[in-house]
């Protein structure tokens, strides 16, 4: 089992920035990738950015260039630092994280990002 707490999250303006961090704990030996999702109203949950343990990083197209995930492995803690935010940023941002054994996803319970003036 794998426990994920996000904080971080609320209103900026556009063009502005924000970060989310996502504290894991429980069985952390078999994690092998930790991420970040978002949705939107009305729309499916799409990843944005993830981290393997090796420290490779993907990001969706729409966040490159303008959204940076890192890691704290003493601290267990993932972060996401989000520049250059637009409205269509605006959504529920959640914490994933993979395990290897037994396979599974895990999810926080969700931040809330609004982009607006």
């Known amino acids: 089992q794998v426990q994920l707490v996000e904080s971080g999250g609320g209103l900026v303006q556009p063009g502005g920035s924000l970060s989310v961090s996502c504290a894991a704990s429980?069985?952390?030996?078999?994690?092998?990738?930790m991420g970040w999702y978002r949705q939107a109203p009305g729309r499916q949950r799409e990843l944005v950015a993830r981290?393997?343990?090796?420290?490779?990083?993907k990001y969706a197209d729409f966040v490159k260039g303008r959204f940076t995930i890192s890691r704290d492995n003493d601290k267990n803690t993932v972060y996401l630092h989000m520049s250059s935010l637009k409205p269509e940023d605006t959504a529920v941002y959640y914490c994933?994280?993979?395990?290897?054994?037994?396979?599974?996803?895990?999810w926080g319970q969700g931040t809330q990002v609004t982009v607006s003036s």
């Open positions: 994933n994280a993979l395990t290897a054994y037994p396979p599974s996803d895990y």
């Open positions: 429980g069985n952390m030996d078999s994690i092998i990738f």
């Open positions: 981290i393997a343990n090796g420290g490779s990083t």
